[in-house]
């Protein structure tokens, strides 16, 4: 794979895209065809073919998607709603793989017209595959955003109002997961019948986390068996003070039900880089009882009596490379860090 890096810009006229109601784990099939690509080169704005996404209660959605050589260059262009500090994961999964159908792909995220701005993949070496893989990318405006999905030898162009063809001919599967999101908002009912009064929902808001933050590979790796604590940043926003959140009110893992709090860091630490003070707290790992098939792990609690919820992308290491793989193990996430913290706190009282 060639890997490529940058930032590109366009002036581009906006798109604006209908969504449907908000529900959690969203998962859609590309809907793209030879007729109607979600890709267009010969449109004047070709962004405004993308397929829009709707994204689910969680913050996620799953699109099912399959890059044919016959497109436009092979390329798959989505959109979704985002808001400011809202944190974007992009992950590509299964595209590289082994026999017919490996696809080695480009992802790009662009931000909403007239500001164009593309950041290039990154891959997930981590997970012992090439396929690609944006993280952190943090949300500046509201607005309508894009995720291009194209061969690897390709690569976008002018912020993606076009692409430069690389000559990749690669056709194959793979899903694209994008979490990190505020759901998309749910739009007004068709007036009817007053229904009989039921209690309204409670409201629970969503927030951004780093599981294992500093963390030198890509994607976040779980041994369910290791002991040990998982560190898990709770990380602040323009609307979200993660050091006021009621710690005795934590819960972290495979549901983010899971009484797993061991302790938090007395002091804030900026994790992120974007200069508000971000609380990280630490979870036992056995008490998470994460799951084989888990892919995120989910934390809950508490602001000034009000629910909130965050969840971050990870990996469950198989069963069988648990015995031999030592990069799967938590030893090295026990709490070392926070007690230089603690002593720190000792020594400035």
Known sequence: MKRIGGFFCVVASAFLAAYGPSAA???????????????????????????????????TVTVNGFLEAGQPFGVDVFSFQARVDNIVTVD?????????????????????????????????????????YISNYRITQDGVYYVVVTGGENRVADGGARLIDGGNRESG?????????????????????TPDPTPDPVPVKPISIDIKPGRATVMTRINPNASGSIPVALLSAHDFNALEVD??????????????????????????????????????????????????GILKGTIAGKLFEGNG????????????????????????RGDRDDRGDRRHR
């Open 313 to 336: 992308m990870l990996k469950v290491i198989p069963e069988k490379r648990r015995g031999h793989r030592r990069d799967g193990d938590n030893r090295h996430d026990r709490d070392d």
């Open 92 to 132: 590509i999964n299964g595209g590289v793989k082994s026999g017919a159908g490996s696809v080695d792909t480009f992802l790009a995220i662009h931000g909403p017209a007239p500001s164009y701005t593309a950041l290039s993949w990154n891959p997930d070496r981590s997970a012992d595959d090439w396929d690609a």
């Open 25 to 59: 784990a969203q998962a859609v099939d590309e809907t793209e065809t030879l007729d109607q690509p979600n890709y267009n080169p010969a449109l004047t704005e070709p962004m405004s073919a993308a397929q829009p996404l709707t994204i689910g209660s969680d913050g």
């Open 247 to 296: 710690e005795n009110s934590l819960t972290f893992g495979h549901s983010g039900d899971e009484n797993s709090l061991h302790r938090c860091e007395k002091r804030g630490r900026d994790v992120d880089g974007d200069g508000r003070p971000d609380k990280v707290c630490y979870f036992d790992n056995r008490a998470a009882k994460f799951e084989a098939t888990d892919d995120k």
């Open 173 to 193: 599967t793979y899903t694209l997961i994008i979490s990190g999101v505020s759901p998309t908002a749910v739009p007004a009912p068709t007036p009817g019948p």
